[in-house]
């Protein structure tokens, strides 16, 4: 049995109250609708060109969270949208070999996704606990957060400074 924190505000078993449940509902919707829409408008800045497109992004992430809602019978409840960490090697792939290349990586990755997803449910999920314990993804969920804080520094006065000059 899992102990529950005593500070939380709900514990994993819990059901807001109506009120509430509206609220977080509508904050989780503007984080994903913000986090979905924007890699493709850093991927298509980036590149320089249209690579992505907004609606199909939104299409595909509902379509996708339908799909896994599906197949976890709901008992998961979780939104799939946009990955930040596709960012670089989409960009890298149109500047190598054309918006092609791009869609054709994406679907080998979500082949291999799905091959892994094979894996994990034959072989149960042992393995990955062992492989990566908190004690390692913890740290290093930390490295990379604090690796990108230059960058959302400089990002905030590179527009402080700009919105000054309007």
Known sequence: MVEENSNMLLGTGDKPPALRWILLAIQHVCAMF????????????????????????????GIGTLIYLICTRNRSP??????????????????IGG???????????????VIISLIIRVSGPGW???????????????????????????????RSSSDSMD
């Open 99 to 113: 918006t092609g290349s791009v869609f054709t990586a994406l679907m080998i990755v979500g082949i291999v996704y």
């Open 34 to 61: 913000g986090a979905t829409i924007l890699v493709p408008i850093v991927v298509n800045t980036t590149a320089g060109a249209d690579i992505l497109s907004i609606p199909v992004a939104l299409v595909s992430s």
């Open 78 to 95: 979780v939104y799939l949208g946009s990955s930040f960490a596709f960012i670089a090697p989409m960009i890298a792939g149109y500047a």
């Open 128 to 158: 990955i606990n062992k492989l990566l314990p908190p004690v390692v993804v913890g740290p290093m969920i930390m490295v990379i957060g604090l690796s990108l804080a230059p960058t959302a520094i400089s990002e905030n006065r590179f």
